[in-house]
Nanobody, 115 residues
Framework: QVQLVESGGGLVQAGGSLRLSCAASGSTFSIIANGWYRQAPGKQRELVAQINSSGGTNYASFVKGRFTISRDNAKNTVYLQMNSLKSEDTAVYYC?????????WGQGTRVTVSS
């Protein structure tokens, strides 16, 4: 089992920055990739960014150049640095961990961007 706890969400003005953190505990050795997803009100959950065990990254087109995903293996923590935030980035952001046999989700952290 893997437990994920997100933090770092909040209220920020458009153009501002936030850094989200996702701390993993439990069977972290089984994790092969991490991702950040988001879900805005009335919309489906969508992928924001992914990072694999080799450090390779993948981003949704709508965040390229603005968001950066990274990981600190020593701390079992994945980060999402969000810059140049827009009102449309307002959503609940969820951390995801992919293991061999299943996926894990955090409880989510809310990001609100005021225009």
């Amino acid at each position: 089992q893997v437990q994920l706890v997100e933090s770092g969400g909040g209220l920020v003005q458009a153009g501002g920055s936030l850094r989200l953190s996702c701390a993993a505990s439990g069977s972290t050795f089984s994790i092969i990739a991490n991702g950040w997803y988001r879900q805005a009100p009335g919309k489906q959950r969508e992928l924001v960014a992914q990072i694999n065990s080799s450090g390779g990254t993948n981003y949704a087109s709508f965040v390229k150049g603005r968001f950066t995903i990274s990981r600190d293996n020593a701390k079992n923590t994945v980060y999402l640095q969000m810059n140049s935030l827009k009102s449309e980035d307002t959503a609940v952001y969820y951390c995801n961990a992919v293991a061999v046999l299943r996926r894990y989700w955090g409880q989510g952290t809310r990001v609100t961007v005021s225009s």
